[in-house]
């Protein structure tokens, strides 16, 4: 029993695979009908199967699969030509194939699995009455097979009334269109496909079932469970390795450093080797997608042409099979989101039928997988309408976000611009779930669009679970491992030159190029000692859950390759570890959930958002509390962000020289360019005293110093009446303690002073 | 008569045992990885032949403070649920053979954390054996039920 247990299994492994390719030949006959070769490949592959269950006594199986086969045959021999309602009784047959055996391979048996009406429906796309009749010895189809008889009225086992079916055309599932098919095959899904792409010539599918069998033969099947272990033993041997090259390179034995030298080559290799007998081509999993763009396409009314490049392209098992789902939801959302009618295409100049390009390939380390469509691309008006109708984002956030941000909202939980729901997606769910789950993979998922050319979904993939790139950390005397996927850049803070942490309303932040990035801090959010002193500490910029920010560490090691360990429940349960690992010198490390720590640390969202607002270059539409330094000149009294403020200082007047056109100032062994905001804003009656005030702004090593009259107040005040009269150099204008005052365009006033001020950054990139 | 093997350890000056058939094994280490947030009562991770090993501080599932482990604690390291889990105690004990007979219920004087972890007592010649349930001794997620509260063990850790 257990050997007949076996051929039951290889027998099940076998169908399944051919079933695949079944599907991929079958969409791909309807494009060329004409392909013999094509046609004795499933006529094989389904014979094979019929051969198969036959012997193994799996009767309703073998019935279904001989009148699939007597239609193939009769297709194969020319009797007569593949039309769209044969094809989708084949396809129908395939599914119910793959029904029957996922029955096999969880029960044993056939199940209650139905396969009378396809063998009708089978059987009715058989033109010639004398065709011989599909299991004439079994008794089940008898009064199935006359239906052959009457091939051109519509099939009998039709569920629904033909004429319900050709009112609707091209409406419902596969099914519906197949039984209304005879009677309308204008609107067929597959006369649509077989239209599209008549000139095209060669299958590369063709060559590749060639390809594959002789592949089979040089193969062995093994279990992945062996692979798993196998791939963790590899993991422990990396880690042996890296201590012994760091042992080694203590002792300077030039012998035993030729050894670990070599040690490390085979081991790296070998590591490779391993993670290779786990991979594969990506193609496993794209080669469902065919069906899936023909069946929905059909039934949305859309023509659209499913291109692959790089299918060749591979990723570990696991990651595959976590792919999957995701993958298959952005198609059929670039399907039925993307892709536009082919009247509305035709009507914007394009070709009425939509091009899908599914894109794979290797990039840094990653597998970067594309789904890219030309059709309407993402309205940013409208992704934002919705997401402030559906409460994900508020006025204010969105009026701070620029397009490539508002677009990423459709990332965000309950959102969906569909402006009908329809039974493939708009349903609130898919791009959150696509989002986390790649997210759990280690991966990203980002989305370029332009509005009428298309949009490209890109996800980035790591190539294996088992082993990941990863930046380390120092904190507090621990070494803590950071998803390298995750890291944006690196900065350091330089305490020397003056660089700091800033807070906003007791959030801290740091400047990133003239945007406040907001800060979490490791030691704090891990309940460590709080280091005292800002200065000289790093942070990794980040990006998770859509957010971008820093998080401040001590020290930032290396990246190293490091070998995921699953965490035990109760480490789980902290909820900040991604896992554990052992780094070179055998100590344990822990990895972090950069989502979850970012969600801990609650990152202050709203104070930085609020302060977001005092930086040069955005204005915000509501009221505020603002922190302002209010200077006077003259009469005028001058408003600056509290932010833009470094340092206040007196320079005599005599210190002001001129350099060309400019007046600049020594400075901390520096020259400090100078803008008098008295001549930026236009009053030059001013009085000068022997020393004048002046307000130092200073990012990442540069230095303007804004010359005013004198320093009234700082204020801390809520601004509105703010009239927006765009005097030079102005932003507007408010009234702060009962008084006018005027808003200063810092930025410019800083340009004014230092043309390369911004575009002059030095490089705080040390890594990444 | 049935008996049965008991590896035996201290803590805070008790005698305690678990059934033999769970122990793994048993060693001194020194390097843990602290992990912050975590309850008290993990007292860290470390590597054990490329392992990593959960070490449960069983003087703070028992109620006490936490344990200094800046020096070298040793690690009786217990098979639980299928996986591997070391108890940190004080000094280890031999492995006794016990006949099943001179098992006793915890005695009722027994109160908070111990009796939450104590299936049982031996009375040994000169002393008495607490059999410790492994299972409950490695749940950290459970909250300790004495009245030496967790932020006791905290403060003992920070200082």
Avoid at chain 1, 90 to 103: F, G, I
Avoid at chain 1, 178 to 202: G, Y
Avoid at chain 1, 433 to 447: A, H, L, R, S, Y
Wanted: hydrophobic share 40%; net charge negative; glycine share 8%.
């Amino acid at each position: 029993m257990d050997e007949l247990g076996d051929i039951i299994q290889e027998f099940l492994v076998e169908s399944h695979e051919n079933l695949d390719q079944l599907d991929r030949d079958l969409v791909a006959l309807e494009q060329d009908p004409g392909s013999r070769e094509m046609l004795s490949s499933i006529f094989r592959t389904i014979h094979t199967i019929k051969g198969t269950s036959g012997f193994l006594a799996f009767h309703r199986l073998e019935t279904l699969t001989h009148a699939g086969e007597s239609l193939l045959s009769r297709l194969r021999d020319g009797a007569q030509n593949l039309n769209p309602q044969s094809a989708d009784a084949l396809l129908a047959m395939v599914d119910t194939v793959r029904r029957l055996l996922s029955s096999i391979e969880e029960n044993g048996n056939e199940g209650d699995v139905d396969v009378d009406p396809v063998i009708a429906q089978v059987a009715a796309c058989i033109e010639d009455p004398a065709a011989p009749r599909p299991g004439p010895a079994k008794a089940a189809e008898a009064p199935a097979a006359p239906a052959a008889g009457s091939a051109p009225a519509p099939a009998p086992a039709a569920d629904e009334p033909a004429g319900a079916g050709t009112a609707t055309p091209a409406a419902g599932a596969a099914e519906a269109v197949a039984a209304a098919a005879p009677a309308e095959p204008a609107t067929s899904v597959a006369k649509v496909l077989a239209k599209a792409a008549p000139a095209e010539p060669a299958h590369p599918e063709e060559t590749s079932v060639h390809a594959k069998r002789s592949i089979a033969d040089s193969s062995i099947r093994v279990d992945v469970d062996l692979l798993d272990s196998l791939m963790r033993l590899v993991g422990e041997l990396v880690l042996t390795r890296n201590q012994i090259v760091r042992g080694v390179n203590e002792i300077s034995d030039p012998a035993l450093a030729r050894t670990a030298q070599r040690l490390n080559l085979i081991t790296s290799e070998l590591q490779e080797s391993v993670m290779k007998t786990r991979m594969q081509p990506i193609e496993h999993i794209w080669s469902k997608l065919p069906r899936v763009v023909r069946d929905l396409s059909g039934s949305l009314g859309k023509q659209v042409k499913l291109a692959m490049e790089g299918k060749e392209t591979e990723l570990d098992r696991s990651l595959l099979e976590a792919v999957k789902d995701p993958l298959t939801h952005l198609v059929r959302n670039a399907v039925d989101h993307g892709v536009e009618t082919p009247e509305e295409r035709v009507a914007n100049g394009k070709p009425a039928q939509g091009t899908l390009t599914l894109r794979a390939y290797h990039e840094g380390g990653h597998v970067i997988v594309e789904i890219t469509d030309d059709g309407a691309g993402i309205d940013v008006e409208r992704v934002a309408q919705t997401a402030l109708e559906r409460g994900v984002v508020s006025r204010d956030q969105l009026a701070r976000m620029d397009s490539r941000e508002v677009i990423a909202l459709v990332f965000q939980p309950g959102f969906s611009t569909a402006k009908k729901v329809t039974n493939v997606s708009g349903r609130g769910v898919g791009m959150d779930v696509v989002k986390t789950n790649i997210e759990q993979i280690g991966g990203t998922v980002d989305v370029d669009s332009t509005l009428g050319s298309g949009t490209t979904w890109r996800l980035t993939i790591p190539l294996t679970l088992a082993i990941i790139q990863a930046l380390t950390v120092e904190c507090g005397d621990e070494r803590y491992a950071i998803q390298q996927v995750g890291v944006d850049e690196l900065v350091f803070v330089d305490g020397q030159s003056g660089q700091t942490i800033e807070h906003v309303s007791g959030a801290p932040v740091y400047r990133l190029r003239g945007k406040l990035l907001p800060l979490v801090r490791l030691d704090e959010t891990l309940g460590l000692p709080v280091r005292n002193s800002d200065r000289d500490v790093y942070i990794a910029v980040l990006q998770a859950d859509g957010r971008r920010f820093g998080l401040v560490v001590d020290r930032v090691l290396n990246t190293e390759e490091i070998v995921v360990k699953p965490l035990s429940g109760r480490m789980k349960d902290v909820g900040v570890y991604a896992g554990s690992t052992i780094v070179g010198d055998g100590k344990v490390a822990l990895i972090l959930d950069i989502a979850a720590l970012a969600r801990r640390a609650h990152l202050a969202a709203e104070a930085v958002e609020r302060a977001q607002i005092d930086l040069p270059g955005t204005r915000a539409q509501d009221s505020r509390i603002e922190r302002l330094l209010i200077a006077g000149i003259g009469e005028r009294r001058v408003a600056i962000p509290l932010d833009m403020v470094t340092r206040l200082e007196e320079f005599p007047v005599e210190r002001i020289e001129r350099v060309g056109s400019r007046e600049v100032v020594q400075y901390r062994d520096h020259i400090l360019p100078v803008v008098r905001l008295a001549s930026l804003l236009g009053c030059y009656d001013v009085e000068e005293g022997e020393t004048v005030p002046a307000v130092v702004y200073t990012e990442r090593g540069r230095s303007v110093a804004l010359v005013v009259q004198q320093i009234v107040d700082i204020v801390e005040d809520h601004i509105e009446a703010r009239s927006d009269l765009d005097d030079d150099g102005l932003t507007g204008s408010a009234v702060i303690q009962q008084r006018v005052t005027e808003l200063l365009d810092v930025r410019r006033a800083i340009l004014a002073a230092d043309p390369r001020f911004y575009t002059e950054m030095p490089e705080t990139m040390v890594g990444a | 008569m049935p008996s049965r093997q008991y590896a035996t350890f201290e803590v805070a000056d008790q005698l305690f045992g678990v059934d033999v058939a769970q122990v793994q094994e048993v060693l001194r280490f020194h390097e843990y990885t602290r992990v912050p947030l975590a309850p008290t009562s993990v007292g860290g991770l470390f590597n054990l032949r490329g392992q990593v090993i959960d070490a449960v501080d069983l003087r703070v599932q028992l109620g006490l403070p936490s344990r200094d482990l800046s020096v070298p604690a040793m690690n009786v390291i217990v098979s639980v649920d299928d996986e591997w889990v070391s108890l940190l105690v004080d000094r280890i004990g031999e492995v006794i053979e016990l006949d099943d007979e001179a098992f006793e219920p915890p005695p009722d004087t027994l109160a908070g954390a111990y009796r939450h972890l104590i299936v049982g007592t031996f009375k040994l010649q000169d002393r008495l054996m607490l059999a410790l349930d492994a299972r409950r001794a490695a749940d950290t997620t459970v909250p300790v039920p004495a009245q030496h509260s967790t932020d006791e063990g905290r403060l003992a850790r920070s200082a």
